[in-house]
Nanobody, 121 residues
């Protein structure tokens, strides 16, 4: 089982980017939790947004509320992070993270590869 992340890139301030994260590697998966963390230059990794089952409970960092939207497609085991009104301080490496159940391994926390988001002023 792994999380495959994609998206990111370079954008001007005020622009938008969308990150995606797909859980794969087994025919039967249950995504209990999925979301993104980021590491900004000189700072520790922090939670950006996540969705937790049951109940589709969503949480955002205060710094991104109203600008970022997390969503998921359970059938595709995929989540997206739509980022709008981007600011230079959103620059960093974004990591997809999730807790995924598979028959072979049970419920395990996984990290996807980091993807760089750079917002120019």
């Amino acid at each position: 089982v792994q999380l495959q992340a994609s998206g990111g890139g370079l954008v001007q301030a005020g622009g938008s980017l969308t990150l995606s994260c797909a859980a794969c590697g087994s025919t039967f998966l249950v995504v209990n939790r999925i979301g993104w963390y980021r590491e900004r230059p000189g700072q520790q990794r922090e939670l950006v947004a996540r969705i937790v089952q049951p109940g589709e409970r969503i949480a955002y960092a205060d710094s991104v509320k109203g600008r970022f939207t997390i969503s998921r497609d359970n059938a595709k085991n995929t989540a997206w992070l739509q980022m709008t009104s981007l600011k230079p301080e959103d620059t960093g490496v974004y990591y997809c993270e999730g807790n995924i159940y598979s028959r072979a391994q049970g419920s395990v926390d996984y990290w996807g590869q980091g993807t760089q988001v750079t917002v120019s002023s």
